[in-house]
């Protein structure tokens, strides 16, 4: 006899019970953390010491302008800014994602030590960190780096 | 009910472990990425792996030139423990340095030990294979170089020639055979060595220039000059002034 025809109906209504069961824990777990983070976010934000909320950078070359976004930033020295949490660098061709950044007025450099996610067109590239130099023309992704060419 | 739950569990596991879509390319490296946008080109550092639909390689370290962006790969050159698998040319190879240009499709595999293995022929050196899949030419220059398919062997230090693919075969119309010391060509029952050999698909004739030696059979021809016509597998051989031709025939039995 066919080996489903032996599966007893209580069982597969049983398993699909259990599947929804964790489907719905999962789901209110995620809702949990979701509203935790903003309570943390919002806590972080009023009480924050960032020296400049919302900063805006750009660092400029001949060929492209890359615009620099983040939800703090504190100075470090006359130069140097660390930029925290959402830190973003947008430019035409691509995006860089992550959470901090050093990032240096005068030279116009930046480096980052937290997981990082480059997009471009049809590409991304996930790594432990980048460096940006030489106006952003040159991009270094630190570490175990993984891309997706589409 | 253990057995479902054993399917979806390798089920969603086999989901979790293959990130790459179809049709996507996925590289990892683990050293970095640097990325040259003006020059355009990246380099990808330490054990890197390249896997897409048709094409895996891996090497220590991987240049790849880029057109527009990032995926549009032109030009890759791999460093140290090249090895790579395309299916769609159905060419495998290894060796210590690897260049591929995309457009022209063509192909380098060099150093120590290198190989580049298609369907029918394979190739074999110790110091570059180059093969460009366009129009059928292939060089292989340095020591122990070695072509292989069902019909010839080749052994010299420069095999030079040009495929064309006929009734999904691949058939040699052009080769250039140089070794200072000797060459080697083997073709069906005839063993040929001589400083120089050529061969012309269009006159079928194997020519044999210096250091000539036939072996047939039982026969061993030597002399400086020979040509062997692959219509009719006869042929002549001659000498210079000082030298005889000399014929050996032995006798097994």
Known sequence: MNFFLHINRKFIILFGAIIIFLFLIIIFFKQINLNNNIIIEDTIKNSSNADISEPKFSINNNSKKIYITASQGNFINKDEVLLNENVRFKSNDFSIETEKVIFNRDKQTAKSKTKSMFKSKNATITSDGFNIHDKGNKIIFYGNSYIILK | ?253
């Open chain 2, 1 to 253: 009910m253990k057995l479902i739950i054993n399917i979806i569990i390798i089920f969603l596991i086999s989901i979790t472990l293959s990130a790459r879509e179809i049709g996507e390319t996925e590289i990892t490296t683990e050293d970095g990425i640097e990325v040259f946008q003006n020059e355009k080109f990246y380099l990808l550092k330490q054990n890197v792996k390249i896997v897409s639909d048709s094409f895996t390689l891996s090497a220590d370290e991987v240049k790849i030139n880029f057109d527009e962006s990032l995926y549009d790969i032109s030009e890759l050159d791999a460093y140290g423990n090249v090895d790579f698998n395309s299916n769609e040319f159905e060419t495998s190879g290894s060796g210590n340095f690897l260049n591929f240009k995309v457009e022209v499709e063509k192909i380098k595999v060099e150093g120590e030990g290198s190989q580049l293995v298609t369907n029918d022929v394979k190739m074999f050196s110790d110091g570059f294979i180059e093969v460009n899949n366009l129009n059928g030419d292939f060089l292989l220059k340095g020591t122990n170089s070695k072509l292989i398919n069902d019909n010839i062997i080749i052994k010299a230090e420069t095999i030079n020639g040009n495929f064309s693919e006929k009734a999904n075969e691949k058939e040699i119309t052009y080769l250039e055979v140089i070794d200072k010391n000797i060459s080697y060509v083997k073709n069906n029952d005839t063993e040929m060595y001589a400083k120089k050999i050529n061969f012309d698909h269009d006159t079928s004739i194997i020519e044999l220039i210096d250091d000539v030696i036939i072996i047939r059979n039982e026969e061993k021809i030597t002399g400086d000059y020979g040509t062997l016509d692959t219509r009719n597998n006869s042929y002549k051989i001659k000498s210079k002034n000082q030298n005889k031709v000399k014929v050996i025939i032995q006798n097994n039995e």
